[in-house]
Structures are given as C-alpha cells and as structure tokens.
C-alpha cells in the first residue's frame, strides 16, 4: 500500500532557507504535492508537480524530485516568520481521481 | 468565487448522537473528498463522490459512517451513534481535475 513520510519537525531562522523533505513508497504516483496548514485552519494548496518532472520553482518555492529514489523536497527560501506552519506532502495517482495520501506532517518553525 | 464551505465549523456531540457534516463545493467542481484528521496525525482518504454517486469509498468505516453528494445541494458525511474515537478534524475537498481544494474543516468533539 501507498505510503507517505516526512520529518516531524523543523527549525530555522528567518531569511535562512527551509528544505522539507519526504519519501514515498507508490512507484504508480502521478502528482506530488505539498500543502501548508496554520493552526486551526485547512489545507492551503501551496504548489505540485508532475512525475515525470524533477524540479518545479514558484517564487520562494522549489520542488524537487527524484523518482528513482521516490524521494520529494520543498525547499522555501528566504523564509518569514509567516512560513510556521505544517507542511504536508501528498501524493495521487492517475486511476484514483485526486484522492490523496498524505504524509504525516512536517512542523515548520521559524525563530527571529 | 467563494472556497469550499463546511459547516458548522465546531461542533461537539454526545456519545450516541448523530452528527451531520456539510460540504459545498467551489462553483463548477463536482468532485467531493472527504478525510479525517487525527490529532498530531495527517490526514486520511475517507470517500470520494461525484454528483449522486460514490466513486470510492475505501477509506470509510463500514458501520455508523455515511456519505452523499446529491444533485442539489452540499455533501453530507452522516456518522451514526458517534464514540469518542470519532473526535478529529473532518475536511472536504473539491477539485475540478489536477488541484484539491480545501475547506476550512469541521471540528467534531464527542463527549
């Protein structure tokens, strides 16, 4: 079956830059995608990536991927205090719609 | 264009009530997931349905638990009799293909 990991915690200063990482097991996955949570709020779609693509960048973001290695990073530069958050990788696969598995979460904090 | 709506956005149920969930989906999307968050855990595929049909409900309990997507309206994620394992955030996404999007989430506390 489908699974997802990721690294229960992460600290860093502000303006240094944040790598979260995350492994999968699914050789059949067509999308990679990371989500940011607040406290007490929903999922907010921060960006994703085809299989078939090794690095998608949107602004602060960067996406990697390694499909031979099934293994994902979101690299968030210069990061702001704005940036705490859980971030959660998830992952699909062209047969099942968009249902999604998640990773267990990884908890961002960012120290002045 | 207004996000994905759920209501209400807590709510607290005694052991053996019904709860009821309701998800409206973004305008134009007609695909509705619905995922359990555990405390300090991610979050889990429940059901997914279209207008009037289940495509795939692997993820639900088969007791107590229920879901709809009726041609007019929200949908809904019935549980029957709720336990006190049932306290978690429950989210709704909708999607018109490649991109998920979620709802705030109903926060069910059983007591």
């Known amino acids: 079956g489908e699974d997802v990991e990721q690294s229960l915690f992460l600290s860093v200063r502000e303006g240094d830059s944040s790598v979260i990482n995350c492994t999968y097991t699914d050789s059949s996955s067509t999308y990679l995608y990371w989500y940011k949570q607040e406290p007490g709020a929903g999922l907010q779609l921060l960006t994703y990536i085809f299989s078939n693509m090794d690095m998608k960048q949107d602004q602060r973001l960067t996406v990697l991927l390694n499909k031979k290695d099934k293994h994902l990073s979101l690299r968030i530069a210069d990061t702001q205090t704005g940036d705490s958050a859980i971030y959660f990788c998830?992952?699909?696969?062209?047969?099942?719609?968009?249902?999604?598995?998640f990773g267990t979460g990884t908890q961002l904090k960012v120290e002045l | 264009n207004a996000g994905v709506m759920q209501n209400p956005r807590h709510l607290v149920r005694r052991r053996g009530q019904e709860a009821r969930l309701r998800c409206s989906p973004m305008k134009g999307h007609s695909h509705v997931y619905w995922y359990r968050q555990l405390p300090e855990e991610g979050l889990k595929f429940m059901v997914y349905?279209?207008?009037?049909?289940?495509?795939?409900e692997s993820g639900m309990p088969k007791e107590r638990f229920s879901a709809e997507f009726p041609k007019e309206g929200p949908s809904i994620l019935r549980i029957q009799q709720v336990v006190r394992g049932d306290s978690a955030a429950y989210f709704c996404a909708s999607s018109p293909d490649r991109e998920a999007f979620f709802g705030q989430g109903t926060r069910l506390t059983v007591v």
């Open positions: 349905l279209q207008k009037e049909n289940i495509i795939d």
């Open positions: 998830a992952e699909s696969y062209g047969g099942g719609g968009n249902k999604l598995t």
